[in-house]
């Protein structure tokens, strides 16, 4: 898989969580499809925020606009996500926050890969893109809807976030992803 293609191929990985979280036959099932929804979106936005971002800023005419409309989608997604990460298996709150997050996840999905990832095929070179590769690595993978969004301070916080997403994931027996 090329570079350019990680967003889009998370993208579908996700929707297919969605489509799994409403086919589950059970509490625990359910519970378990929102531990990797909220792993696989908290790694995604943290990839966008390192290295999709800061590319688009410089690289696209509106960049700087569309960047900021994104950082309040994904401000948006990651409550959404910390709500759910603090829920019990079964919690009745569960199906509403799910839904809430399906939409906004979809809207976000549909202005990515129509405005940000085009955009940034033509403008940037395959290099620059390879860092996304190389980044996913070590992205967080809860959700921090309180941390910085930008670098230079995004890029200090988010490997600490990430070291400590990844001991509490050991802790409590969540699969790597």
Do not use: C, I, W
Request: net charge negative; hydrophobic share 40%; charged share 35%.
């Amino acid at each position: 898989m090329d570079a350019l293609d990680v967003p889009a191929h998370d993208h579908r990985m996700v929707e297919q969580l969605f489509r799994d979280y409403h086919a589950a036959a059970s509490d625990v099932q359910r519970r378990a499809v929102v531990e990797l929804l909220v792993r696989e979106l908290s790694r995604h936005a943290a990839l966008e925020e390192l290295v999709v971002h800061p590319l688009a800023r410089t690289a696209l005419p509106d960049g700087g606009r569309l960047v900021d409309r994104h950082l309040d989608e994904h401000k948006a997604v990651k409550r959404t996500l910390a709500e759910l990460d603090r829920l019990d298996e079964g919690d009745a709150r569960t199906d509403d926050l799910v839904a809430r997050l399906r939409g906004d996840v979809e809207e976000h999905v549909r202005e990515l890969e129509t405005e940000f990832l085009p955009g940034l095929r033509a403008a940037v070179g395959q290099e620059r893109f390879d860092a996304l590769v190389r980044a996913e690595r070590t992205a967080p993978t809860r959700p921090h809807p309180n941390a910085p969004d930008r670098p230079p301070a995004l890029t200090l916080a988010a490997p600490v976030a990430a070291a400590y997403d990844r001991v509490r994931d050991r802790l409590q027996g969540r699969p790597r992803t």
